[in-house]
């Protein structure tokens, strides 16, 4: 192991309980794409409750604790860092007019123009994310819910749950048409007990994040991942849902920010994308 350079703590859970937040597994093998565990010059503490995840950590340093406790007493412990702070993100690239189906990119953009600072972000979109976490950018803190992975359908309810524990903050849901699926009964939820939350749904009309997967592991042309036919719309709106097409980019503007400030009722947005290149 490396003795300068980068050193870094990570806090673990087993894998196997599913929870969407908090600690994570430190290595999850999912996919598995060949490379370094860790950049060069870094090393690992690991901190987990699970002792099978501890003997099969294949890098760094691994310690048997509670994790809320391993937590506090580190917090209490911890000095402020003399590094330099990293250099600031591109700014956001310029939004593009553009009619759909829409590239992720350009669509989460013009979201992430649409909604005010303070909005908490929610999402589960698959072949999506990495196109998230660039044009998406949370004002602050603790302001980005998004699932470690093992299990599919924690964004629909999780949104819902983080407007009912922020009343106070607009919350956007940023889904894939195949994530919701999982778990759209949520939207009976939001609708039946008036929640704002306001959802914005990538439809590619795939299950892209295989079609990905096949592409890494050098097994691509998979058969029955195209899932045509999906009317997120219309089954939106059968559980109560004010839901809308939005057909180009400022569409999608205009209904993002009516849908964050209708603080009565849940909104959908659907906007159809580009597939993946697979």
Known sequence: MASSGM????????????????????????????GRYLPPGASLIHITNDPDEAARAPVGDAIIA???????????????SQRPAPPPRPPMPDIEHAVAPLKPQT?????GRAAPPDTLWVSEAGSNEIAITTAIRPAEGFSHLSAAGEGLGFGLPA?????????????????????????ITA?????????????????????????????????????????????????AASYGVDAHEAHATDEVIELVKSGIADRERPTLINARTTPVDA
């Open 7 to 34: 050193r870094t703590l990570a806090l673990g859970l087993p894998q196997r309980t599913g929870l969407p937040h908090g600690p994570a597994p430190v290595f999850r093998y999912y996919p598995r794409v060949p």
């Open 66 to 80: 509670d994790l809320r406790s391993a937590a506090e007493a580190l917090l209490a412990a911890a000095k402020p």
């Open 107 to 111: 669509l989460w953009t013009a979201v």
């Open 159 to 183: 949104a819902v749950g983080a407007q009912l524990a922020a009343p106070e903050r607009p919350v956007v849901a940023l889904m894939g048409d195949g994530s919701m699926h999982y778990a």
């Open 187 to 235: 939207l009976w939820t939001a609708a039946h007990y008036r929640i704002p939350v306001t959802i914005v749904v990538a439809s590619n009309a795939e299950y892209g994040i295989l079609k990905e997967f096949g592409r890494w592991e050098k097994t691509p042309g998979v058969p029955d991942l195209d899932l045509p036919g999906l009317n997120v719309v219309d089954t």
